[in-house]
T-cell receptor, first 115, second 115 residues
Framework: AQSVTQLGSHVSVSEGALVLLRCNYS??????LFWYVQYPNQGLQLLLK??????LVKGINGFEAEFKKSETSFHLTKPSAHMSDAAEYFC?????????????FGQGTTLQVKP | ETGVTQSPTHLIKTRGQQVTLRCSSQ?????VSWYQQALGQGPQFIFQ???????GRGNFPPRFSGLQFPNYSSELNVNALELDDSALYLC??????????????FGPGTRLTVL
């Protein structure tokens, strides 16, 4: 069964510093992986998704993630944090093979950006 | 702005009552999924509707039910409310082409409190 684990429920960085949010997956089949962001009192917004076309995936707002099969990881990075990046971030995997849109989410990581 | 709306924004019910939550999808989207997000947790998949038929269910009891209508609206109904049903309920719509990575667009959610 597919699942994701997000390492670190809270991450704090200074404005301008590197952002690294960790996600490890467990899947018996090639996974489809996603990163979503949730701002306070809002729904989820897709940042990027891995569809097996390329291991380095670029998303919106300067974020990117690299799929590493050997490490079963899909960590999210951004070279320089901005105050507006403060939010909750979720890694997710598709449930089962061929199941459209049935996402399994991690517990989430709260990103704090300090001035 | 995803074009997906949910109503009401907030709702307070008492244990044992029934509740109906509504979602209005983007025009043309044939699939809607519902998720439950407890405080401090990642969203959990409840069920999905594709062209007005249920197309998969997560680990939720039958007192959670849904409907999808031809006018791109949908409902989540919960009977016999329990305290643990207190959560943010999110709907997500998409145009399903059959690819598991079809982008889902989330609404802002309905915050349900059960007393």
């Amino acid at each position: 069964a597919q699942s994701v684990t997000q390492l670190g429920s809270h991450v704090s960085v200074s404005e301008g510093a590197l952002v690294l949010l960790r996600c490890n997956y467990s899947s018996s089949v090639p996974p489809y992986l996603f990163w979503y962001v949730q701002y306070p009192n809002q729904g989820l917004q897709l940042l990027l998704k891995y569809t097996s076309a390329a291991t380095l995936v670029k998303g919106i707002n300067g974020f990117e993630a690299e799929f590493k099969k050997s490490e079963t990881s899909f960590h999210l990075t951004k070279p320089s944090a901005h105050m507006s990046d403060a939010a909750e971030y979720f890694c997710a995997v598709i449930l089962g093979s061929g199941n459209t849109g049935k996402l399994i989410f991690g517990q989430g990581t709260t990103l704090q950006v300090k001035p | 702005e995803t074009g997906v709306t949910q109503s009401p924004t907030h709702l307070i019910k008492t244990r044992g009552q029934q509740v109906t939550l509504r979602c209005s999808s983007q025009s043309g989207h044939n699939t809607v999924s519902w998720y439950q997000q407890a405080l401090g947790q990642g969203p959990q998949f409840i069920f999905q509707y594709y062209r007005e038929e249920e197309n998969g269910r997560g680990n939720f009891p039958p007192r959670f039910s849904g409907l999808q209508f031809p006018n791109y609206s949908s409902e989540l109904n919960v009977n016999a409310l329990e305290l643990d049903d207190s959560a943010l309920y999110l709907c997500a719509s998409s145009w399903t082409s059959g690819a598991p990575t079809d982008t889902q667009y989330f609404g802002p959610g309905t915050r349900l409190t059960v007393l």
